[in-house]
């Protein structure tokens, strides 16, 4: 994926994402933390740059919450979000009749001088106890 954007594959971009595949939607701090472990003496600096070149590439996507943090998703299917506003969880949400209900009715809405690429929604709310289950 790296290097298909373009990019050179470094240590720290791998890192970067394999962090990301293993953690859900962390903030770059907690993408920092677990990076360190495996690469000693590396700089927060790196890795807040490294993960604005990967938004940059596409390959992966900034989230922000509702708590005004911004959060990192290395899914490419299309989603949505769920937000829990009491406990900052935040969960992929996969609808295609959802989507397709979105396309439809902005298909047929025309936003004047607007030109619509995506639909991305986050679903606010607070996950019960048992959690969320797709």
């Not at 596409?58 to 290395?74: F, G, L």
């Not at 989507?99 to 986050?122: H, M, N, P, T």
Request: glycine share 4%.
């Amino acid at each position: 994926m790296i290097q298909q954007s373009g990019l050179k594959v470094t240590a720290q971009r791998v890192a970067v994402l394999q962090a990301l595949e293993k953690l859900d939607h962390p903030r770059a701090e907690e993408i920092f933390r677990e990076v360190a472990l495996y690469i000693p003496g590396l700089s927060p600096a790196t890795v807040y740059n490294t993960l604005e070149a990967l938004v940059r590439k596409k390959i992966i996507r900034k989230v922000h919450t509702e708590a005004d943090v911004m959060r990192y998703d290395a899914v490419h299917e299309h989603h949505h979000h769920m937000y829990c506003m009491e406990s900052d969880k935040m969960d992929d949400y996969f609808d295609p009749e959802l989507d397709a209900l979105l396309e439809d009715y902005f298909k047929r809405k025309q936003i004047s001088g607007f030109r619509l690429k995506e639909v991305k929604l986050q679903l606010m709310g607070e996950f019960d106890e048992k959690g969320f289950s797709q």
